[in-house]
């Protein structure tokens, strides 16, 4: 704070915007620059006051007759209590730090442990987070809808609702993928919601952008949760849809300025999708991905229906102490369903290497039934994906094109290569036209001819006329296929083919069908038995180790604690075992792997 008011001062700088992170909901930030003559383009001090503790936001909104979650509205002193008011609730509870927000401080209790473990879990993450470390209790709504309402209030008064976004596609009490507006609720709920929205930002005298987030059961009852007074991260789906720009209107309220509309000018336009592309690794438990981003290449923006909002660039590092979220990918459409397809294509042309990505998550749900038919709650990633996320859940509807794809780019490399000088006459190399494909364990054999601008690929009774100006070093595909515009990742790794297509990403061979034949003789290379070790699953900090040498453990009990990127990660036993040696201890920089534990 003391840095950001000094460099204000020294450059002349009239008023800082906070973005969506860090300070942007700190009171004393915003009251230290009002004090020392700079404007925070935000809400005044005392409503981020009012509504940056929740227990005190809910007192406020119960005042304002907006509709709240029947809990225990009161700091609570230990698990104990925690478990008895629990127990009064009804379970499940939801279990939230005062301070909280972006999914930390938050745990779900359907048990009398789970609530003991759960209040101890959300104070230790709220200290650390946010120097608070108060925790209080409400009702879990079953069959939940998270949905938001976006408020703008000038300093005259107006306050005005810009509809609403639907939020529920979340894991980890995290958002993952927002749109606006919701496929869930109607008209009259929209005008509800948007109304107490409206009073609940007057009350606290509120002026700049807000949301106000409310839980919505599967009845359509509703129920206010927090209000985030700041810019959200998924406001670009509000910009998409109504056409305002809020980061603008931020400022121009900020500067004294009367809201430029009504009410009843807000009027949808359209659909719009939110990804957030996070560095972490989708088939292994959205483990945190670090490192050195080798190639950053976003798909193109230049119809103003695809958006990137970013702060990242090509051979930047991402960091195990921020937050995972390194872009957002925004797709407008005039429908839900032309909002996905344009998605879709985005998320093709999205290149990303160097880290993981959830990127191939985003692919899998943009063709998900359940979210294409836009009934969905809360629990959609537990009960879409209850063992987790893996290639399996990856399914494309036509492997065959993606063996035709790299059957394309290794004739296209065997082309070239055949054009070297220098080779004797009479003996050049003769390219056939038989090829097998090797992907996932499987044979494709196929047949390539030459076509104008490309080649014809046959598999079965199957042809993929594939044209395309696509080079080598280039990581997008863009062509036709069989006349139909395609898009796709397709690069040359040695000897292997990788191509990405709809979230699925497969590795292959393509060789000769004689090479196929001689490769089945060679025997198999057996993988290593590292049953008897715990590897750390991710590059983090190892905050606690749980057991020492000699100890016996059972199934399920806690080994040790790694935080990577501000949040707190369990590993527990898979099954029942006798710990040998602590390999690593308490304050390391864990990398992939590492042997923490070894086991008898």
Known sequence: IDKIIA???????????????FLSENEEFSRRLEDAGIVFIGPKHYSVAAMGDKIASKKLAMEAKVNTIPGYNAEIADSAQAVEIARGIGYPVMIKASAGGGGKGLRVAFNDQEAAEGFDACRNEARNSFGDDRVFIEKFV??????????????????????????????????????APSPFINDQIRKAMGEQAVALAKAVNYQSAGTVEFVVGSDKSFY??????????????????????????MIRVAAGEKLPFTQDDIRPNGWAIECRINAEDPFRGFLPSVGRLVKYRPPA?????????????????????YDSMIAKLICHGATRDQAIGRMRDALNAFVIRGIDSNIPFQAALMQNPRFLSGVFTTSFIADEFPNGFDSSDVVHDDPGLLAAVAAF??????????????????????????????????DYPVVVTPISGGYSVTHGSDRYDLVSDWKFGELVFHGTCNGVPLCLQLERIGLLYRVVHFGKQVKVTVMTANAARMLALMPKKVPPDLSKFLLSPMPGLLREVSVEAGQAVAAGEKLAVIEAMKME??????????????VAGPGESLSVDQVILEFE
């Open 7 to 21: 460099a204000c001062q020294q450059t002349g700088a009239e008023a800082v915007h906070p973005g969506y992170g």
């Open 142 to 179: 079953e069959g939940p809808h998270h949905i938001e309402i976006q408020v703008i209030a000038d300093s005259f008064g107006n306050t005005v609702y810009l509809l609403e976004r639907e939020c529920s596609i979340q894991r980890r009490h995290q958002k993952v993928l927002e749109e």
């Open 569 to 582: 990660n369990v590993l527990k036993a898979e099954r029942d075992c006798k710990v040998k040696k602590v």
């Open 301 to 321: 923006t230049a119809d103003g229906q695809i958006r990137v909002d970013t702060g990242v660039f090509e051979g930047g590092e991402i960091s195990m102490y």
């Open 224 to 249: 206010f949760l927090e209000m985030n007074t700041r810019l959200q991260v998924e406001h670009p789906v509000t910009e998409m849809i109504t056409g305002v720009d809020l980061v603008e209107l």
């Open 409 to 442: 780019g290794r004739r296209r490399y065997i082309d070239r290569a055949v054009q070297i000088s220098g080779q004797v006459p009479g003996h050049q190399r003769r390219v056939g036209s038989e090829w097998v494909v090797q992907m996932e364990g499987k």
